[in-house]
């Protein structure tokens, strides 16, 4: 995270896998339910992007972007920034109908999942 020397407010960086203090937040509002919240998390984004490589395949532009919305959203909830940045660059390619040509994208997406997870994973214990 880069520091704002004059207001002290974080802002990430595109080399960070998790916001730290929006993690925190979520994780202190779950409380005992967080972990089942993740684990849903991690069991729906590896779906989504078995799909999205499908919709990739298909050249279907309105699922793919259905599909990168939806995991983008999921992970900005729990500050996993990294990830939140290329689904959003996924939806942006699939708005403009390009989903054709972003197999590199998506698998990109899907290792930067893996490095999500055990990161999280890492911080969790588990």
């Known amino acids: 995270m880069t520091e704002h020397p004059n207001n002290n407010i974080h802002t990430p960086t595109d080399d960070e896998i998790i916001n730290d203090e929006q993690f925190e937040d979520m994780r202190e509002l779950l409380e005992e339910d967080f972990t089942d919240l993740i684990e849903v998390y991690f069991t729906d984004s590896h779906e989504r992007i078995a799909k999205l490589r499908r919709a990739q395949q298909d050249e279907d532009n309105a699922n793919g972007y259905e599909l990168a919305h939806a995991l983008k959203g999921a992970s900005a909830n729990l500050g996993a920034t990294r990830l939140t940045r290329l689904s ?7 708005r403009e ?8 994208l998506i698998e990109k997406v899907a290792a930067v999942l893996q490095q999500t997870e055990q990161e999280i994973k890492q911080r969790l214990g588990l």
């Open 97 to 104: 109908r390009l989903i054709s040509d972003q197999a590199q």
């Open 88 to 94: 959003s660059q996924l939806q942006e390619a699939c």
